[in-house]
């Protein structure tokens, strides 16, 4: 599978670009921010490589549905072209921001696209699949080279190497085939274990069934003993009632019962007067209670309804509007004097100011501007003298009237209070005597509901009938005494007859154990069948116990895991060392030692000394690490017979110094003769060693790619 191009659409900060894939053997993919070719993360060169992932497997790895659309637009859409054989494909995928998707399939015809799409996304997405040769898992283990993915071998010890070997293996789905086949396991035992004890116990009955006949044989033997003992006592009884006065035992019995009766008649009788006189009490108590309520709200209404009545609260609701009337009147006369003494106190202020103007001018008159004379001033302030004093009186006379009408308005004002209060109370009153009336009438009704003639009438009856109940019982007293004591022989066939009931019981008791013991044994084929059924369910449940035992060591960490491990690290070995053949002459026979469990070490021959990796320099261990984790990469790819020759290596340099860088750069180069590179990184060095590039420019938010 060669890549030819990939076009975005409002994918990611992309708003609509075309990337050629075909022009070299490696690509080195950098970016630059607004500008600045200091700044390039975030440019959206990993974009690239996610739209491809993106469309092969319709996935973005830890991302919602919306994220991956412009912001402000409603999809978002990748199509990505392809060579395959000498065929031309074109996978078209669309993400919405409802987060449904849809995808498509093209063939190149002639000059044409044929959609060879399935009928449903499902049936889409495995023909994609089955196209490709490798699953989404594999591809990002052997084709999509992460951040430090190539430097972690580098950077990790030797348990972290051997878990990042587990990981790229994709080993977790064995440990959970192991938990499953562990909980199939332990299952199944506990399901043998159940069986087993269904068998013990089925084999502890049969064991008593057997005893059980033993007892049942004795039961038989006990019941006919029983039943001859049972006609010995009849005969007995029947001989004996024969031989005695056996009606005048029935009277005497007869006489006994009826005299029973008649005392416990007696004994409810009394029981029932006594609850009837206390219910009458309780009731004539109630009355008196009614009684002496109605009296005193009685008293009370009467004495209301005289007092409401010698009041006229017609009368004094029209005293309280007079007085209202004329107290508004006067407030309106006091208010009236009020402004006549602020409007004589400003014109006695116009006057005193004339009286300080007269005195205060010139040898000239201010209005006519003709020369006035000190006596003429004189006049004047006189004349303004005289208004003022009479202005003075005015005001005076008009504070006596509003004093004298302030003390009219106080008393009409304690007058009105005075006469609402009485209103009040007599409106008070009138309620109250209402709800006397609604109370009286209520003790009424109450008093009528308690009527005690029909408790009167039961006592009476039942007096009638305790007088014929205590003759009956002087009557049946007589009768019995005239009786007197019958033979002994009533005492012997009592005794025979106690004696007759405790054998039939015992006889019955025996009778119904052999009936259970009947059914009891009457399982015993049933229970066989149930223990030659479990004893073949118990050996289905070893068979299985055995298979997941298997399965259980075949799927964990001495498993097939480990083998997947030790055939895998054989097959990197060996690719291993012919690549590194390729590219150093000091470093040679590398040598993993691992127990595929807890570690992971590396040796290597250094000019044919034997050390171990971690003592060589950070560019001898790129060259290594890279050789380990592409080799890792080509017997996955190999494993699962995929079509892909390309990789896709994301600042999977990482921690690599600038020899590492240096060497790192050489290889690639060496591995495009087979394979079609990409590489993001923002390192200078690889700037200089990797001359194809692809620059990815994003400013406001929007990328872009220029082609170099």
Request: glycine share 4%.
């Amino acid at each position: 599978m060669k890549l030819k191009k990939v076009k975005l659409t409002n994918f990611f900060s992309y708003k609509s670009c075309e990337i050629n894939l075909d022009n070299s053997k490696v690509t080195l993919i950098e970016g630059k921010k607004n500008n600045s070719d200091a700044s390039s993360n975030g440019a959206g060169k990993s974009t690239i490589f996610q739209a491809i992932y993106f469309a092969m497997y319709g996935d973005i790895r830890g991302r919602k549905a919306g994220e991956i659309i412009f912001f402000g637009e409603k999809q978002a859409s990748v199509d990505l072209f392809f060579i395959l054989g000498r065929k031309q494909y074109k996978i078209t995928r669309i993400r919405r921001e409802t987060g449904s998707s849809n995808a498509w399939i093209f063939v190149k015809d002639k000059e044409k696209w044929k959609d060879i799409s399935g009928q449903t996304m499902a049936e889409t997405n495995r023909l994609i699949l089955t196209l490709i040769g490798i699953s989404k898992d594999i591809f990002q283990s052997s084709v999509f080279f992460e951040e430090n993915a190539i430097s972690a071998f580098a950077d990790r010890k030797s348990a972290g190497r051997l878990e990042l070997i587990k990981s790229i293996l994709n080993l977790g789905d064995y440990e959970i085939c192991k938990k499953i086949a562990s909980k199939k396991l332990a299952s199944k035992e506990k399901d043998l274990d159940d069986k087993l004890l269904l068998i013990d116990e089925n084999k502890s009955i049969i064991n008593d069934i057997e005893s059980h006949k033993e007892s049942m044989k004795n039961s038989n033997l006990s019941i006919k003993s029983i039943s001859r003992e049972i006609k010995t006592l009849e005969e007995g009884k029947f001989l004996l009632e024969k031989n005695s006065p056996s009606d005048l035992i029935f009277k005497k019995k007869s006489i006994e019962e009826n005299l029973d009766r008649v005392l416990l008649d007696i004994s409810d009788n009394e029981s029932r007067i006594l609850n009837l006189d206390t219910k009458l009490t309780s009731v004539a108590s109630q009355l008196k209670e009614y009684e002496d309520d109605h009296n005193k709200y009685k008293t009370e209404y009467l004495s209301l309804s005289q007092a409401v009545a010698v009041v006229d609260i017609e009368k004094i609701s029209n005293d309280i509007s007079s007085m209202d009337s004329k107290l508004s009147t006067i407030l309106a006369s006091r208010q009236s004097l009020i402004n006549d003494k602020f409007s004589s106190q400003g014109e006695k202020k116009v006057r005193v100011g004339e009286i300080n103007s007269v005195s205060t001018l010139g040898a000239d008159c201010p209005t006519c501007f003709r020369p006035i004379s000190d006596e003429d001033k004189n006049k004047i302030v006189q004349a303004r003298k005289i208004v003022v004093a009479s202005l003075d009186a005015s005001i005076q006379k008009i504070d006596d009237e509003s004093q004298k009408m302030s003390l009219v308005i106080g008393d009409l004002e304690s007058i009105i209070t005075t006469r609402k209060a009485d209103s009040k109370l007599v409106l008070d009153q009138t309620s109250r005597l209402e709800n006397l009336k609604n109370l009286l009438i209520n003790i009424k009704k109450s008093s009528q509901l308690l009527d005690t003639s029909d408790i009167k009438e039961e006592i009476k009856d039942r007096d009638v009938k305790m007088i014929d109940l205590k003759k009956d019982l002087l009557r049946l007293e007589l009768e019995l005494k005239s009786i007197g004591d019958v033979s002994d022989t009533s005492v012997e066939i009592d005794k025979i007859s106690n004696n007759l009931v405790l054998k039939q019981n015992e006889k019955t008791d025996l009778v119904r154990q052999n009936g259970r013991l009947e059914y009891i044994i009457s399982e015993k084929e049933d229970i066989l069948r149930s223990v030659k059924m479990a004893k073949k369910d118990a050996k289905a449940l070893g068979e299985d116990i055995e298979h997941y035992k298997i399965l259980e060591y075949s799927f964990g960490k001495n498993g097939i895991p480990s083998e997947i491990i030790k055939s895998t690290l054989e097959d990197v070995e060996k690719e291993t060392n012919k690549m590194l053949s390729s590219f150093s002459s000091d470093i040679a026979n590398i040598e993993f030692c691992t127990d595929r469990s807890t570690y992971f070490d590396i040796f290597a021959s250094f000019f044919g000394q034997r050390r171990r990796f971690e003592t060589f320099s950070n560019g001898q261990k790129c060259r290594i690490s890279f050789c380990i984790r592409f080799a890792l990469a080509k017997i996955v790819a190999k494993h699962s017979k995929s079509h892909i020759k390309f990789v896709m290596i994301d600042e999977a340099v990482g921690s690599f110094d600038e020899e590492g860088v240096e060497s790192m750069g050489d290889m690639l180069k060496t591995l495009s003769k087979e394979y079609r590179i990409f590489v993001i990184s923002h390192k200078k060095d690889l700037q200089d060693i990797l001359g194809d590039r692809i620059l990815v420019a994003q400013t406001n938010g929007i990328s872009s790619i220029e082609q170099c």
